[in-house]
């Protein structure tokens, strides 16, 4: 547990110094990045070859766009509230999102593996470690996938390019980039956070002469080795790293055991807690009563939400951190401007660790002091890793500061910083992913709703949503909320998702059931929007003020959080907050906010069963 030692007087030389950091590196061209388009080599799939396939002419009860942990768990979900016809439309040549594209060397969660895998139970699976690793979470989405017969109708290695909804048939025509032309009753778009390659566009980018690719496209005909085996072809290459995010920080230490030499460009330092991972006790495993994951689950949520729990199940380094921010409620009673001063000292003692850690571990005091971060814990995401650091303090591997301004020019032959030129033979960028762009264009297509009315049209100052979920024009269609679109956000994300694709069954459960086609009405939606953009936002991140000190990332619209449009935003409080608020509308049980309007007869009769009674429980 962190122990708040930190004293007020050291708030003022702490509160200068991340200003000071924060301020070098407010640079507007932080948000400057390449267009994809036309960049098919840095994009396309380098782990499962495209199979040439007919058009598709068919019907279909339910589309799913993706094919990661959240249009599984709709297809799940969907399949459990009696929908037979489901088909997951994927970019990617199989199941997985996220764990089919990341599988960088050292890929893992750093979320506990028993609370982030969804649905142990049922499936009847236990994770090998406390924290997995990517190959086998990228197995296990083949098992949901498997378990829910999910494969029978899906296509891979297709994109759809548009979607129209046909009022006489109450029908979506679902267009693809493979020449299909099919018919579902429901769409449900599970795009996911972390699908548009981020490439910052950096002068010279294209002139690089040697191997460069992105984190999550990693080339091991090039690297050799695998997810989990080293990197054999690398021993005579001089290889570089752009970013030190999570990515970066969990592909360092593998690198830099292959690798001739490493050369890791840093434009902010990430905090590196403690990773301590095992594998799983077998003896702790019999303890397990039915209804465990579930129990530890909403545990870790509750804690990471800072709601007052009596137990931490999870304690682990993300729920140490909340625990300790918690424990200022002890402090008998504080104003709100005492309080606040008290969680910023928690603050500055947890970070006062982290840094601490550094020197305990890099022998470099220049690499050491180079890699501490100056800010405050939750303004970007937390790592935790026990090889990143230690990495450092090999011979072959170099850490080149940027000092907060990043990488000035690529060249031919490699990386220049501050003039400087770092001759490299493969360039990895580790620089995340596109989540400013519109929804649409994150997407990758448009639909088409009643009226003619196109999302990109009603969407294009922000989304307008009701309970993120759904939005009015668009009957029989639903979208899992990403981050700032209206929807919440947690530490552990498949929480989340698993929250609202059971609201999006036990809506589509419903509409069964009542033989009807729902849209959500106008005045709905208006109520909602004005509720979640006159909200406090998202507790999790703390208030504006908070955000606006904090050193620039996506959290704060890159040291803008004002810049963001108003409606991107996420449902106010927690995400327990969000997942009540859904829950208490499901048990008034009268869909008042929707429009229902009879379903055409040739419809209802190839309609599902009546949902099952998982279903029923979860309004
Ligand atoms: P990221 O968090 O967006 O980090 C991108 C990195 O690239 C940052 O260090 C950024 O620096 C740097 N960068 C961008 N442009 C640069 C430039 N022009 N010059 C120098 N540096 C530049 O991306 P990520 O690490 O791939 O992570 C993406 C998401 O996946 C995150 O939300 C992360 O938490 C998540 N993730 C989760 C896990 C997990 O265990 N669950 C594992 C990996 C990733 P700045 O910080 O200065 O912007």
Redesign the pocket.
Known sequence: MTQTSAEPADLDRARAKYRAERDK?LDPS?REILDLAGRGELVEDPFTEVVPRAPLRDTVDALVVGGGFGGLLAAAHLRKAGVDRIRIVEKAGDVGG?WYW?RYPG?????ESYVYLPMLEELGYLPRHRYSYGPEILAYARKLAAHFDLYDHALFHTAVTGLTWDAAGAKWSVRTDRDDEFEARYVVVAHG??TSL?L?A?DGIDTFEGRLFH??RWDYDYTGGGPDAPLTHLGDKTVGV?????????IVAPLAASARQLRV????P?TVGVRDNRETDQEWAKTLEPGWQKRRRDNFTFVTNGEKITEDLVRDGWTVFYQAMLSNRGYGDLSAEELAEQKELTDLQHMENIRSRIDSVVRDPETAEALKPYYRYQC??P?FHDEYLPAFNRPNVQLVD?R?R??QRITPKGVVVDGVEYPLDCLIL????DQDSSYVDRVGFDVTGLDGTTLSRKWRDGPETFQGVMTSGFPNFFFLPPNYTQGTAAVNFVHTLEETVRHVAFLVAEFERRGVVADVTKTAEDVYVQRVVGGSGLALLGAGSFLKDC????WNNEGDPDGRPRKNVNYPGTSTAYFSMLEEWRQRGDLTDLSLTPRPEANTAAGPAAPTDDVRSAR
């Open positions: 590196r932080r996220v990341n890929a893992m969660c750093d979320v956070s972390f981020k910052p950096i984190t999550s752009i970013g030190t995010g999570a990515t970066a920080v969990q460009f840093q434009r902010t990430s970007k995401r790592c940027t907060g990043g990488v580790a620089t995340g992913f050193t620039p990332g996506r």
